[in-house]
Nanobody, 115 residues
Framework: QVQVVESGGGLVQPGGSLRLSCAAS????????MNWYRQSPGKQREFVAS???????NYADSVKGRFTISRDNAKNTVYLQMNSLKPEDAAVYFC?????????WGQGTQVTVSS
């Protein structure tokens, strides 16, 4: 059974940092690209970052230079390091994987950016 479980969200002041984690199970993690998305109230879910199985990364323009995606294949975990957070980064952050022809999403982790 494929599962992806996010953690690490919380309340942070503008300019602060958080690191999100996504623990995966039920599939060959090291063979698949992993993605982070986010959704804030009243908005569509949007792409944040992706990492291929060999470690190539891609970012939304809005987070380039501030966020870093990485993976630890030994731990079946993908991370999102978020620095210089802005109020507009506040959202529920989701981990996503496409495997076996299906898209799997986690339940999300809430990030709040406020002073």
């Amino acid at each position: 059974q494929v599962q992806v479980v996010e953690s690490g969200g919380g309340l942070v002041q503008p300019g602060g940092s958080l690191r999100l984690s996504c623990a995966a199970s039920g599939f060959g993690f090291s063979n698949y690209a992993m993605n982070w998305y986010r959704q804030s109230p009243g908005k569509q879910r949007e792409f944040v970052a992706s990492i291929t199985r060999v470690g190539d990364t891609n970012y939304a323009d809005s987070v380039k230079g501030r966020f870093t995606i990485s993976r630890d294949n030994a731990k079946n975990t993908v991370y999102l390091q978020m620095n210089s957070l802005k109020p507009e980064d506040a959202a529920v952050y989701f981990c996503r994987v496409l495997t076996g022809g299906y898209l799997y999403w986690g339940q999300g982790t809430q990030v709040t950016v406020s002073s």
